[in-house]
């Protein structure tokens, strides 16, 4: 027996030897382009995992010759990621950083994946326990996936009801309830190993253009940014967030130019963030392929005053070789000290050999299909969605639903890449025949401007019902509904009709129609969200939650009516 567990410790600190004499001899050899590689973040589509794709060939390519330290995946399913993930660690020297947007649950890229509804209905519950919950289960699915790097939470404050692009991605306008939730969801995710991303440093929610369009200004002085925007960012940095995103936006109280984005000002990332915040994780830009940081540099320019400014990863730069030479030529020439690169590779280093890719790089995908989208996944997706509903409207006693009534219902549909509706609609049909209520269903669209047809339709119904879809859409610009909508359900009040309206995303649209008489904030379109939407109609939840954000005067943040489920 003794024998045995001698040779046991031997071959044990022989394999541990192995493995850490393997990283030191990878570090040691390494050029200087070749560590400057390792900062750079390429992209994958994920749908296609045969070795003939052009995908798998421009990425075989930039991991062989480039030697690129990681790739960030966006759409797929997630067999097909786990298989194209192997085939790439296994040709890739230095285990690569995988990475992904699962803000709200897997299923935000993987066709197959989980999903839970957007943060700011988590900011309704008020209870960070969902959002620590949350983050667990996107952990251990990024476990799973072999992902090791989660761009998320979302810590924008999101204090401008015209934001287009966070808007229902924050958890609120209170910087507290922001902080809160993403410290909880932090935590969640870090607890399963894997590296959280705070996102969009110094503060992406008072800004009403998108940055996937143009290049948003925040027009505020230090007093306002430490009162507010800084607040969760400072928060997250004390609760030990592994990584911070910069956004890009012009902070013209600190950078001076403003055409320079605060994702290439070194005065906003090395003084502010790492400097005066002390951070000292991980850095990451936003992608590089967006408008806000194109439109006034060239690929070149932009790879060096990253480095400039302080990040460690370069994501999607349009032209990683270009990037990689741009860095190298920099470095060089004197422009970037050798030392500046030196401590961005050993933080990159050090979180793969944290996230133990030395010992195992490669996806079990025989985990997939019982780990991903699991029951306990869709379980919490329900409780966090019913915990969300907000009745912030309901005259006369509006809801539950009545027996025996007529319902018109009239979905608005502001999406472009599926139709959410029909769950609705469906679910709804369901239980009106249940209450013996006769109904009528349309549906529309944004292209559809001539709606007074609907006047004529609504007439003959005791009660007029309004789910809104309308979510956030990267350079879409807008989260609102057109006018045509906005005029057609003040129109169906002046019927003196009952008038009830679901919004499955923004919640500010109300502000358009506030004489309607019952007004529900469900903050998001996953089926969760939909399917506690309908129940909220219909007595069978507690409606519990609270506003997030400041409507108008009246509907103001921690406002919600409270209605028992029927017995």
Not at 53 to 69: H, M, N
Not at 120 to 132: E, I, R, V
Not at 387 to 402: C, Q, W
Not at 470 to 487: A, L, Y
């Amino acid at each position: 027996m003794k024998k045995f567990i001698f040779l046991f410790i031997i071959i044990f600190i022989s394999i541990s030897f192995g493995v850490k004499n393997r990283e030191n001899n990878t570090e040691s050899k390494l050029s200087l382009r070749e560590k400057i590689a390792q900062m750079i973040i390429s992209h994958s589509e994920g749908f296609d995992s045969s070795e003939s794709s052009q995908d798998y060939l421009r990425l075989k390519k930039l991991i062989t010759e480039e030697k690129i330290g990681g790739l960030i995946f966006f759409k797929g399913n997630a067999m097909e990621q786990a298989i194209l993930t192997n085939k790439l660690q296994s040709i890739s020297e230095i285990p690569l950083l995988i990475s992904a947007d699962y803000e709200r649950g897997t299923g935000m890229r993987l066709s197959d994946g989980s999903v839970f509804p957007n943060n700011m209905a988590l900011g309704a519950t008020g209870n960070p326990d969902y959002a620590y919950r949350m983050g667990q289960i996107i952990g251990e699915e990024c476990k799973i996936l072999g992902v090791q790097q989660n761009y998320a939470p979302v810590m924008d404050v999101n204090n401008n009801p015209n934001n287009p692009i966070i808007n229902v991605r924050s958890y609120g306008d209170n910087t507290d309830l922001v902080s809160k939730m993403g410290i909880a969801f932090i935590k969640g995710l870090q607890d399963k190993g894997i590296i959280a991303t705070a996102k969009h440093f110094p503060g992406h929610g008072d800004t009403e253009i998108d940055s996937h369009n143009d290049l948003p200004v925040l027009p505020f002085d230090m007093y306002r940014m430490n009162s507010l925007e800084l607040i969760p960012f400072k928060n997250s940095i004390q609760a030990n967030v592994k990584s911070i995103m910069i956004a890009h936006l012009s902070f013209p109280e600190l950078e001076k130019n403003p055409k320079l984005p605060a994702s290439l000002s070194k005065a906003i990332v090395n003084n502010l963030l790492i400097e005066e915040l002390g951070y000292k994780g991980l850095i990451v830009t936003d992608a590089l392929n967006m408008s806000g940081v194109t439109k006034n540099f060239t690929v070149e320019e932009i790879a060096v005053k990253c480095v400039e400014a302080g990040n460690d990863l370069i994501l999607m730069p349009v032209g990683e070789k270009q990037a990689i030479d741009a860095i190298e030529k920099a470095v060089l020439n004197g422009k970037i000290p050798e030392e500046r690169i030196d401590i961005s590779f050993n933080k990159i280093i050090n979180v793969k050999k944290e996230s133990g890719l030395f010992e195992n790089k490669l996806v079990n995908t025989d985990l997939i299909s019982t780990g991903i989208n699991s029951q306990k996944a869709q379980t919490l997706a329900q409780e966090i969605a019913d915990a969300s509903i907000t009745l912030v409207k309901n005259n006369e006693n509006v809801l539950p639903l009545k027996e025996n009534k007529d319902y018109i219902v009239i979905s608005f549909i502001n999406t472009t890449d599926q139709n959410p509706s029909e769950q609705f609609l469906d679910g709804l049909e369901d239980r009106l025949k249940k209450i013996n209520s006769g109904y009528k269903m349309f549906e529309v669209t944004a292209k559809n401007t001539d709606l007074d047809f609907l006047i004529n339709e609504a007439s003959d119904y005791d009660y007029i019902i309004i789910p809104v879809f309308s979510r956030v859409t990267f350079k879409s610009g807008t989260v609102g509904i057109p006018d045509s909508q906005i005029r057609i359900i003040k129109q169906f009040k002046s019927l003196n009709k009952n008038v009830i309206v679901i919004s499955f995303g923004n919640p500010y649209l109300l502000k358009g129609f506030t004489e309607i008489d019952s007004y529900i904030a469900a903050y998001g379109d996953s089926p969760a969200s939909i399917n506690a939407g309908l129940k909220s109609l219909f007595g069978e939840i507690n409606i519990t939650g609270k506003l997030p954000v400041t409507i108008n005067e009246v509907y103001k943040t921690g406002y919600g009516i409270t209605l028992n489920k029927i017995k």
